[in-house]
């Protein structure tokens, strides 16, 4: 067994009912890459990166998050299905049956934190069953100097047991796996699921509660990037449109790809210290700099190796949503700290399974606010436990998975934002084009990009009759030129070549939209309602 302490700390577990020693604080990748290879957990690939197997649960499984009913969260909480109640005293009798457990393992324990703008910094103790998991904390949070060490109070825990199987005739549980949230006890507490993406997405709920109702702070499922002239650009976006992708720009500091905090300062600041990238078909030709990021110190979840450990990227046998985490330092240009001002650029990226969608628009104010509640994409096979095939797909914010609060609270907020700093708003479609999913072909990345680096150069012109055509369905600007764009590509029903089905399926999308947009309506003021598609009867 390793020493219990860092360098220069010993820590106790004994407030966490944890009554034994035998766990590894604090330790480096390398030795967790070796504890996680010395019992059987992982393999090397030929260039030396841990790869790991998830086990049962390849993704989250949204059924099975729950959040404590108690005083803080009673009044405040979008109760339903994604925020699902739970009660105090059955987290309680829970909580005591994994530290039970855990009483029986050895552990692997990190101190970190969330928040790089330091006014908000959230600390954290992470406590887990496996050394990949543990591996997984340090590459993902925040990592602390051995000054900040010595004087570290944990204010959030995650216990992480991924062995432990719930009762759920006892536990009140739905399944066998869980992910529970409580906010008095600031306790995330994790089991039966090996899938690594439960620890970052249990922090980033609790902060998407705490920074808008305590801090005034716009919590957002996003990446963010920053130009050379100091310009901050922000992409919103699901699981598989492409937030690390097009935020990962040799031309732009990265400053996060998933998850950040929008200040009343207008400084826009990652909750992060690392990087959750989708590898499904990486190549290093599209992608490099994500592509040079998996070496020793990252950690692939479910890929396949070859006889010599070449890793397969197209091979979808395990799941789709083949996975690398990564220290932020992993990519060479990146924002130090990871904080953004002057906020010029928003992007809602969707992947469009219909192939409707324009690849880039300009969105009015009302129309963002429309597009930024309905959070449309298609859900990509794999993200999500029972999800086979990608279908159309509502996420109010692009993130309502993570959203404790109602919806339009951070629509508000983002659209005082958005009027305040004067943004320009895009709504960009990284899904298919030339038909729907099936029929025609994604949209390729290199136009994706070239698009996206003329809207932030300026170079889409300033809006006109002659500059823009008006999507005659869905109402949004799209330019009639690009910079390294055929000009075919930029209108969705000219890649079709069939205009009766063009339009029947565009129809059938915007009634999909306004379906989905009758829940938000009583709240959506008249500006709102107007940034909606057209409406057609069959």
Known sequence: MHSSSSKSKTISLKNYGIDHNNFHYQETPEELQ??????????????????????????????????????????????????????????????????????????????????ADHEYKLNIRVINEYPWSNMFAYNMFLRPTEEELEI??????VVNAPGFMANPAEDGTRQHNFAILNFTEKIALIGGTGYTGEIKKGIFSALNFILPVFKETLPMHCSSNVGEKGDTAIFFGLSGTGK???????????????????????TVFNFEGGCYAKVINLSEEQEPEIYGAIKPGAILENVVLDGTGNVDFTDTSITQNTRVSYPIYHIENIQEPSIGKNVKNIFFLTADAFGVLPPISKLTPSQAAYHFISGYTAKVAGTEAGVVEPMPSFSACFGAPFMPLHPTKYAEMLSKKMKEAGVDVWLVNTGWTGGPYGVGTRMKLKYTRAMISAALNGELGLYSYDTYHIHSVFGVAQPRECPGVPTKVLSPRAT???????????????????ENFKKFESYANEEIRRGGPQRYAF
Not at 38 to 50: A, I, S, Y
Not at 152 to 157: D, I
Request: aromatic content about 14%; some cysteine; charged content about 30%.
């Open 152 to 157: 570290f109070l944990p204010e959030w825990t």
């Open 496 to 514: 079709w070549n069939d205009d009766e089905k063009y339009y029947t399926t565009a129809f059938k999308l915007s009634n999909a939209f306004r």
């Open 34 to 115: 070796k504890a996680t290879l010395d019992l059987g957990m992982g393999v090397e690939t030929n260039n030396g990166t841990l790869a790991v197997n998830t086990g049962e649960f390849t993704g989250r499984s949204p059924k099975d998050r729950f959040i404590v009913k108690d005083d803080i969260t009673k009044d405040k909480i979008w109760w339903g299905a994604v925020n699902i109640p739970f009660e105090q005293d059955k987290f309680t009798a829970l909580y005591d049956k994994v530290i039970a457990y855990l009483n029986t393992k050895e552990l692997f324990v990190r101190d970190s934190y969330a928040c």
């Open 244 to 266: 690390t992708t097009l935020s990962t720009d040799p031309n732009r500091k990265l400053i996060g790809d998933d998850e950040h905090g929008w200040t009343s300062r207008n």
